[in-house]
């Protein structure tokens, strides 16, 4: 089975599906934005503010469904800031829950590996009593940084692709 390419920053220029959203839709302070790097890769960066209640900002893409059956892990390609971020992954948009997985950025570039049967349900925070991503479709894709604590962040990613 070949790679699905789920998304490649660097190859188009056409971002209009990829959205900005922080705790603000809860009260919250936080603040990110999404720009172009020189190389044509995304730049996600932003300031996590414990405000209101807050603590979260995130990158979301949304598209038509994909069938994904027989692929077992979400490679991308990326360079953070040695913090620690979530990936995240819905079947469905109208499902509750979000198929997490969290990883800590090097500071380099690197390429990080998530088994597709590691990502856990979650909902607002907190692990729900229902199995593992069942890695049969998905329509979402998000980047999420939400640590707890008051942070300035930077994670810079190529792309996106399933095997």
Same mark, same amino acid.
């Given at each position: 089975?070949?790679?699905?390419?789920?998304?490649?920053?660097?190859?188009? %220029?056409?971002?209009? +599906?990829?959205?900005?959203?922080?705790?603000?839709?809860?009260? !919250?302070?936080?603040?990110? +934005?999404?720009?172009?790097?020189?190389?044509?890769?995304?730049?996600?960066?932003? @300031?996590?503010?414990?405000?209101?209640? &807050? &603590?979260?900002?995130?990158?979301?893409? =949304?598209?038509? @469904?994909?069938?994904?059956?027989?692929?077992t892990?979400?490679?991308?390609?990326?360079?953070?800031?040695?913090?620690?971020?979530?990936?995240?992954?819905?079947?469905?948009?109208?499902?509750?829950?979000?198929?997490?997985y !969290?990883?800590? @950025?090097? !500071?380099?570039?690197? @390429?990080?590996?998530?088994?597709?049967?590691?990502m856990?349900?979650?909902? =607002? %925070?907190?692990?729900?009593?229902?199995?593992?991503?069942?890695?049969?479709?998905?329509?979402?894709?998000?980047?999420?940084?939400?640590?707890?604590?008051?942070?300035?962040?930077?994670?810079?990613?190529?792309?996106?692709?399933?095997?």
């Amino acid at each position: 089975m070949s790679k699905l390419l789920l998304f490649d920053f660097s190859s188009t %220029g056409d971002w209009s +599906n990829w959205e900005v959203e922080n705790d603000v839709v809860m009260g !919250g302070r936080s603040s990110s +934005n999404l720009e172009s790097s020189a190389e044509g890769n995304a730049i996600f960066t932003g @300031t996590v503010s414990l405000e209101n209640n &807050g &603590g979260f900002a995130s990158l979301q893409y =949304h598209f038509p @469904t994909k069938d994904i059956k027989g692929y077992t892990k979400a490679i991308i390609f990326l360079k953070g800031d040695g913090k620690k971020y979530q990936f995240r992954m819905k079947s469905n948009l109208k499902e509750r829950a979000s198929y997490v997985y !969290g990883f800590k @950025t090097s !500071g380099d570039w690197e @390429t990080v590996e998530i088994p597709l049967s590691e990502m856990e349900p979650v909902y =607002h %925070g907190r692990k729900l009593d229902i199995p593992n991503f069942p890695a049969e479709k998905i329509q979402e894709v998000r980047f999420l940084i939400g640590n707890n604590k008051e942070e300035n962040f930077r994670l810079e990613i190529d792309k996106i692709e399933l095997n």
